[in-house]
């Protein structure tokens, strides 16, 4: 089965508003990162965290390894904003990161 | 930032031909790996590769499928003989360490016909 459950699947935000993102994992993780795919299919990296919290601008992204899962936070969404957001997660011991099936954002004006 | 570079952008190639995907990564990295999504699904781990050698690969790395760095130059990905299910993009990624964040590069488009 998929070790890393994300979710929403799809996400609709009014321009202005926030909500969160999360993954959730069915092991212990060593790692976390955070990608946004925009409509070119390019992916942009938003976030790696070991632990803790980062923030960059409008976006906030936690991982807690000991209850195992991980949020993105996005406040006061913007239209270039809109794209499908993956989170990928590391486990001890591998040197690979598996990947949540995404979430697709759309940021409605 | 530092950028992964893959070339080409896209690719068609008739069933059953070789094809050679070609990657390069960050200059100063030393982990590289190959990532498959098929068409609006998820990303699957491939293989990884570091001083030369290939360390993990999953159950989508076939017999048919190789990688190298020769010389230090694009880190390749090859596929032989090429299947109809082989058609995805295809993403090669680096890394400076074993456990640190991944660069992505904007991906090949492959599709087999």
């Known amino acids: 089965g998929d070790q890393v459950e994300q979710s929403p699947s799809a996400l609709s935000l009014h321009e202005g508003t926030g909500s969160a993102l999360r993954c959730n994992f069915t092991?212990?993780?060593?790692?976390v990162q955070w990608f946004q795919q925009n409509s070119r299919g390019s992916l942009i990296n938003l976030f790696y965290?070991?632990?803790g919290t980062k923030e960059n601008g409008r976006l906030k992204s936690t991982f807690n390894s000991k209850e195992s899962y991980s949020t993105l936070h996005i406040r006061d969404a913007q239209l270039e904003d809109s794209g499908t957001y993956f989170c990928?997660?590391?486990?001890?011991?591998?040197?690979?990161?598996?990947f949540g099936k995404g979430t697709s954002l759309t940021v409605i004006p | 930032g530092p950028k992964v570079l893959q070339i080409p952008s896209h690719q068609i190639i008739d069933m059953g031909q070789m094809v050679t995907l070609n990657c390069d990564p960050v200059?100063?990295?030393?982990?590289f790996y190959w990532y498959k999504q098929i068409l609006g699904q998820q990303m699957e781990f491939l293989v990884n590769f570091y001083n030369g050698k290939v360390m993990e690969k999953s159950k989508l790395f076939k017999d048919q499928f190789s990688v190298e760095r020769p010389d230090g130059s694009y880190f390749t990905l090859k596929i032989q003989p090429t299947a109809l299910e082989d058609s995805a993009v295809y993403f090669c990624?680096?890394?400076?360490?074993?456990?640190?964040?991944?660069?992505f590069g904007s991906g090949t488009r492959l599709l087999v016909i």
């Open positions: 965290l070991a632990s």
């Open positions: 990928a997660a590391e486990a001890p011991g591998y040197q690979n990161f598996y």
């Open positions: 092991t212990t993780m060593r790692a």
């Open positions: 200059s100063n990295h030393l982990y």
């Open positions: 990624a680096s890394s400076l360490e074993a456990s640190s964040d991944y660069t």
